[in-house]
């Protein structure tokens, strides 16, 4: 009975050593297998990291380049785009400009003024080396293609030639008109050659100002209403 005992306690004991001895391998793979694991996750940590921070960086030259190319393109279709629209040229449509936009006129000596014919009526005089025609009647000077000069000092000398030659009533028909009134009336006829269209009916009207009692001291509205009858007032 005692051996049978002694023998079932020697059984156990060696099921349990060998239970464990299980166990102590079984924990020191699930260890190892856990160290293993953790290394691994490490690792790919690492490199992930690695590889996002490359990404960025190779992500920031990309975008760099592209700004560099976006700012050439820029400044390729600006550099187009100033080619295709250059700047308009209005030298056709405005006056001429004479000396700089000063008077080249210091006296009535310069023009030159002359009557050829010597009727008293058909004048000539000489203007920026063009030669320009001014017409005597009656109360009344017309000077032909008069939007051409355009300095207003230079329009008074000429005028106070033609008063030298023939004088012209002013609008009270008792006074006579002076060569800055005379200078003006001219200017607004200027003003409205270069505003009225090529198509317009009162343009040639404009070209060649005529200097009279009627137009005294008048503004350019006050002359369109006269050579239109219209009134907006």
Known sequence: MCCKKRKIICIFL??????????????????????????????????????????????????????????????SDSSVKAEEYPTPDYKDSEPEPT????????????????????????????????????????DHWKIIDS???????????????????????GSDMKSYRTAEDMAYEWKQHNIAYYILSDDSRWKDNARDVDLNPEDQGKSLYELYQDRTGTNYR
Do not use: W
């Open 147 to 169: 939007y051409k000069i355009t300095d207003i000092n230079d329009m008074t000398i000429i005028c106070q030639a033609l008063i030298g030659e023939h004088k012209i009533h």
């Open 14 to 75: 060696i099921v349990m050593i060998y239970i464990l001895s299980g166990c102590s391998d079984n924990s020191e793979a699930n260890i190892e297998n856990e160290v293993g694991e953790q290394s691994v996750t490490e690792a790919e940590l690492t490199e992930g990291k690695d590889q996002t921070e490359e990404d960025g960086q190779t992500g920031e030259s990309s975008q760099k380049e592209k700004s560099d190319i976006s700012g050439e393109g820029r400044a």
């Open 99 to 138: 000396a700089a936009g000063k008077g080249i006129l210091e006296s009535e000596d310069d023009l030159e003024l002359s009557n050829p014919a010597g009727d008293g009526s058909s004048y000539s005089f000489t203007y920026d080396d063009k030669i320009f025609k001014a017409v005597y009647s009656t």
